[in-house]
Each structure stands twice: as C-alpha cells, then as structure tokens.
C-alpha cells in the first residue's frame, strides 16, 4: 500500500504545463492543492502484529518445529529443516563448508554454495515474512540463529546440564530438570549422517543425570527406577544394564537380572552390534548381582 501510494506522488511530482485558455492563478491567490487519489477501504487491513511481539520457538529434540506464536511454520526443503537442527546444535555459528558437508555429504563442492544460498534465502524470506524477523545472522561467513529473537530447546537442555554439572547446593533438583527438558532424541526418526555423534553427547548428558541421581537415591528401589529411566533413553549401553543388574540383587530379584541380562543380549544381536564386548560388561553386573545375594 506504501509502495502504490509513492508511485502515485511520484507520478504527479510535476504538475502538467496549463492550456493556452486556462487563465494563471493571480499572485494573491493560491491555487487548491492537488487531491491525489487514494486507494479505497485502506481500514480493512489490519496491520501485523510488531515483530518485537512476536514469540518463536524452534523445537529440535523430537520433532523438528519453528513456532511461530504457537503456530508451526510450514519449512517445505528438506535441506532447509537440517539447517535449523544443525544451527540448533552449533550455538555459535557454522560456517559455509561446516553445513555444506553436513547436508551434502558426498556431492561435489563447486555446486554446494549455490544450493546452500537458495536454501537459506529461501528459509530466511519466508520467516521474514511470517513474523518480521531475522532468524538467521550472516557474518563472517558464519551462520547463526539469533538468540535474542528465539527460543530453542536444545539451548535449555545444554543451560541444564552446565548448571547441573556446576551446582554445589540443590543438585537433585538441578539434575532432575536435565531429564525434564530432553523430551526425545535429536530430530527423532531421521537419519542423517551427522546426527549420530550429537545425539550420543545429547544422551550421555541424560544419563549421567540419572545415574547420578541414582547412585544419591534415598533406596534401592527409587535408585532401581532411575537407571531403568536411563536404560529407556540408551538401550544398548553395558554400564547401565551392568549397574541395574546390581540394584535388581540389592533388591533380591535375581531372575530379573538374569532376564535382563538376556534381553540385553539379544538386542545387541538383534541390532547387528557385536555382543562380546558389551556382554563381559553386562555379565560382571549380572556376577555382581547374584554375589550381592
């Protein structure tokens, strides 16, 4: 609407020359000013709501979300959804080759840059023109989420783990919100290439909250359910199974350990992974157990 009604002035910025006929104004007398005419019904459109009020989230642990006003925005590339969850991860920014070598793994350099700037331009326009704001700063050739303008999930799990770690009074309280704020895994369900070693740091965060809070529980019971909290979010790890086996034979329940232990092992076998090594670990828990009888 701004933009027509510049053009409007603009076209009318030099009034046409008089006809022969028309008689000139006297010099006492001003002529009436120009109406220029205005596009009609300018009420009915509201006007957007001040970015400033705005409130975006971007959701990457279960399914990635941008939010905006509790509203998903629609992100239709692909490659554009990795580049949110991959600056998720990188607080501090990633660079051109960082996220190029990510996202294209494989696929020859020269054709990477242009595919990153089509993705990224076209991710930055339509948040712009969701919500009036610039999400993603570029300096340096460096790319970052602003975090004056969003919220983000994995933020405040890593803000968690760091109090968690450095908290001298009310450490219960200061692990336990750890394993509150992880409500699933990194981009649950997909698959790409980089995620793996993320999500590992990502989980190990988890269970070292429950495993610590464990080893401080009030009884073996309450300790029991906290490590089987932390078998659910790393099913195949030797330690914890070892260390629950252990709390089952505190417990007196034996055959629990020994089903356990079985399940244990056939999973490893179920998904591939080479039992033998990860076996001895879980097999000195399940001797551990059946001593502590």
């Known amino acids: 609407m701004a933009a027509v009604d510049l053009l409007i002035v603009i076209a009318h910025v030099d009034p046409p020359p008089l ?28 006007p957007r709501p001040a970015a400033a009020d705005r409130r975006l989230e971007l959701r990457v642990l279960g399914e990635p979300a941008l ?36 996202i294209w793994l494989g696929l020859p350099r020269r054709s990477l840059s242009g595919r990153l700037y089509t993705t990224l331009s076209e ?18 050739d460096r790319y970052r989420l602003n975090p004056s303008h969003l919220d983000v999930d994995l933020w ?4 968690a783990a760091q109090h968690a770690a450095t908290a001298v009074t009310d450490t219960t309280s200061a692990r336990q919100a750890v394993i509150d704020t992880y409500t699933g895994d990194l981009a649950a369900g997909r698959t790409w ?13 988890i269970i070292d909250a429950y495993v610590a809070l464990a080893a ?9 359910d906290l490590l089987q909290g ?24 034996h055959d629990a350990a020994a089903q356990l232990h079985e399940g244990y092992i056939r999973r490893l076998i179920e998904a591939g992974l080479d ?3 990860d076996a001895r670990a879980a097999d000195a828990g399940l001797n551990g157990a059946a001593v502590s009888s």
Do not use: K
């Not at 006492?28 to 509201?46: C, N, V």
């Open 275 to 277: 039992p033998v090594d």
């Open 19 to 46: 006809e022969p006929s028309s008689p000139m104004p006297s010099p006492g007398h001003a002529a009436p000013p120009r109406q220029l005419p205005r596009q009609a019904a300018r009420q009915q459109f509201l």
């Open 193 to 205: 290439p980089w995620l793996d070693p993320i999500r590992e740091t990502i989980r190990r965060h």
């Open 123 to 140: 991710l930055r326009g339509s948040i712009r023109a969701a919500c009036g704001l610039n999400l993603i700063d570029h300096a340096d």
């Open 156 to 159: 405040r799990l890593y803000a």
């Open 67 to 102: 939010l905006i006003d509790g509203e998903p925005l629609n992100v239709r590339r692909g490659a554009a959804v990795q580049v949110l969850v991959l600056l998720a991860t990188h607080p501090d920014g990633a660079d051109t080759r960082q996220l190029t070598d990510a």
């Open 216 to 224: 401080a529980a009030s009884g073996p019971r309450h300790a029991l």
């Open 230 to 253: 932390a078998i659910r979010i790393d099913p195949y790890n030797a330690e914890l199974h070892a260390r629950t086996m252990n709390a089952l034979g505190a417990l007196g329940e």
